[in-house]
């Protein structure tokens, strides 16, 4: 099977529906990249995002489908420049750092170029998932401290856990095991916004702050087993 990545110049790393030139970081794929141009739900079906998601990252510049009559196509250069934003936003890279990203790789000159501008974005949401982690742990310490006065305070117990749907359980369950969550819905056959939803009321419930956060607490109130 042919790499995906194979063959990329200029022309290929970026869309040639955005009008730049430039380099893309060789990103794998688990599919091999059509060879003809694909309508609008092939190409969410390849990515597990809703068609509302290419909609979004095409009103913020990230891509920008071509016409073939009436329908709406992505050629081989957009799939690959998804692939970017795809795993990009997989780790969590807000939009706006993609978009300065993708803007730096149209500035790129060469391929290795493009692969160190990419490397070094990776190396910063490396950072920054380190200092979360940091702050996560900080955060479960305060959390057993203030269960465990609880406990040993006369009168007092530790607090109900929240009320669950099954459907929520086993979302938590999969956040807490890591998975992305475009990986969650597909798993739970839901549709991506519906599981974004979900995770949002999910947080909103343990009275977190992200999804880190309200894994940690569900640890410890044993919702989810370690």
Known sequence: MRSDTDGLGPE???????????????????????????????????????????????EKGLLAARRSGTMRVYGAADIRRMAVI?????????????????????A??????????????????????TADISNI?????????????EEEAPGTSRPAPPSL??????CLALMAEGYS???????LNLE?????EMEDGIIEKLQATNRYQAVAKALLLGIVQN
């Open 137 to 149: 742990h900080r955060q479960m310490q305060q959390i057993e401290t203030l269960l465990s006065g």
């Open 181 to 187: 969550a475009p990986r969650i819905a597909r798993a």
């Open 165 to 170: 749907t099954d459907m929520e359980k086993r």
């Open 12 to 58: 290929d790393g970026i869309s040639a529906a955005s009008g730049h030139a430039g380099f893309l970081p060789q990103i794998s794929l688990p599919f091999e990249t059509p060879g003809k141009p694909v309508a609008i739900a092939e190409m969410a079906d390849l990515f597990g995002v809703t068609h509302r998601t290419l909609h979004f990252y095409e």
């Open 108 to 129: 790129a000159t060469s391929q290795a170029e493009a692969d160190d501008i990419f490397q070094s974005a990776l190396a910063r949401r490396k950072r920054e998932l």
């Open 192 to 196: 991506f916004e519906t599981l974004r």
């Open 86 to 106: 795809n795993a990009c936003r997989e780790i969590g890279i807000p939009v706006a750092v993609i978009q300065e990203l993708m803007e730096e790789l149209a």
